[in-house]
Each structure stands twice: as structure tokens, then as C-alpha cells.
């Protein structure tokens, strides 16, 4: 089945560690993003990638960095810049990252909590 | 900007009650509107779309119709039931990559 995999499902990181979360995707879709869930709140946009080899800022960019080396996997670090990061982390996919009536396709997520 | 503003939660029903849930929005552009709906734990799951004025969106029982004249796409369903208890969240898109999220709103349907 076609779909997007996000991994691991819970992650903890220690004071000025860095991690990273893996996203892979089989639908063959040009777009990928990633979002910060918090608690009672809706989604905010880390970063966005419309092709291989190219990524933009979001909303929430700082203390996060992305890679889009292949069109199928859009991995997100969490670095010790981030001083803030427990949340629910969503990555998410669409066909054509510049059309307005695509929707997107979201992962499981993944949870991050500080130890 | 482009922005989304929902029906604040929790919203909490009766099984088979109506159900409303509220979404207005500013845009730049000629929005398309989204439902979509996330299970505990989960991720979002496309629930409906419109695309263009009066389009009405529908799946599994919910709709919501494009209104361009009060820029709202509130969400309805006839008879709510104990399996629909979830976050509800509106979106828009104006293309260009990205969409814009509403809070969401949580529904519990009790039995």
C-alpha cells in the first residue's frame, strides 16, 4: 500500500543532542512538509520541499534543518538550537506542490519528549 | 495573510445528535477549503474538499459547502456516532506549496 512512513513513533533527546526523524514516502508525490503539533493547537510548517534538492523555510524554521536528496525521503534534525522541541512532529506529502486543490497526505507522526 | 478560524472545542454530543462545527477564513487568492480529520495518535486523513464557490464537499456522512460571500466552509453531519470522536481541523490552500491550518476542534460523541 502507498503511504508516507514516519519513524520512530517516540523519540527522547537529551540536553544538547541532536535528532533526527526519518520520513519516506512510496506515492511518488514532488512535495513533502513538516509540522509541530502542540498540544490544543493546530499544525505549523517547519519546512517544505516542492522538489528533490530544493527546500524553504516555514513559519517555525529555527533550531530545525531539513535534506531532500531523494524524492521519496524528507528526513527533519531537531538540533540543541531548538529549546523547545517536545511536541508531535507530522510529515506530510502532496502531488504537485504548487497546485491549490491537492490535498495532503499525512504520516503517523512522531512524538518527542526531552529526557 | 492567509488565515483559519474554527469553532472552539471541545465539542461534546449524543449519539445521532447534529453536529456543526464552524469555519471561517481570510485569504489572498482563490482558496481551495479542506476537512480533515485526526484519530488519537494518528495522523490527518483528508475527510472532504471544495474546490470552488458552491461546490458542496461530502464523505462518510459530513459535508460542507464553499461560501464565498461569508468565506466559511463549516462542517455538518445528520447523525454523529461514537466511531466520528476525533480532531477536526479546516485548511485552505492558495497554491504555492503551502496550506493553512485551523486549531481544530475536538469532538466526543458519547453513547
Known amino acids: 500500500d502507498g503511504g508516507i512512513t514516519q519513524s520512530p513513533k517516540y523519540l527522547f533527546r537529551k540536553e544538547g543532542q541532536n535528532v533526527t526523524l526519518s520520513c519516506e514516502q512510496n506515492?511518488?508525490?514532488?512535495?513533502m512538509y513538516w509540522y509541530r503539533q502542540d498540544p490544543g493547537q493546530g499544525l505549523r510548517l517547519i519546512y517544505y520541499s516542492q522538489i528533490v534538492n530544493d527546500f524553504q523555510k516555514g513559519d517555525i524554521a529555527e533550531g530545525y534543518s531539513v535534506s531532500r536528496e531523494k524524492k521519496e525521503s524528507f528526513p527533519l534534525t531537531v538540533t540543541s538550537a531548538q529549546k523547545n522541541p517536545t511536541a508531535f512532529y507530522l510529515c506530510?506529502?502532496?502531488?504537485?506542490?504548487?497546485?491549490?486543490?491537492?490535498?495532503?497526505?499525512f504520516g503517523d507522526g512522531t512524538r518527542l519528549s526531552i529526557l | 495573510g492567509n488565515s483559519v478560524t474554527q469553532m472552539e472545542g471541545p465539542v461534546t454530543l449524543s449519539e445521532e445528535a447534529f453536529l456543526t462545527i464552524n469555519c471561517t477564513y481570510t485569504a489572498t487568492g482563490y482558496p481551495s477549503l479542506f476537512w480533515y480529520v485526526q484519530y488519537p495518535g494518528e495522523g490527518l486523513q483528508l475527510l472532504l474538499k471544495a474546490t470552488k464557490a458552491d461546490d458542496k464537499g461530502s464523505n462518510k456522512g459530513f459535508e460542507a459547502t464553499y461560501r464565498k460571500e461569508t468565506t466559511s466552509f463549516h462542517l455538518e453531519k445528520g447523525s454523529v456516532q461514537v466511531s466520528d470522536s476525533a480532531v477536526y481541523f479546516c485548511a485552505l490552500n492558495v497554491g504555492a506549496g503551502k496550506s493553512t491550518f485551523g486549531d481544530g476542534t475536538t469532538l466526543t460523541v458519547k453513547p
Open positions: 506515492l511518488n508525490h514532488d512535495a
Open positions: 506530510a506529502s502532496s502531488t504537485n506542490g504548487a497546485g491549490r486543490d491537492q490535498p495532503q497526505h
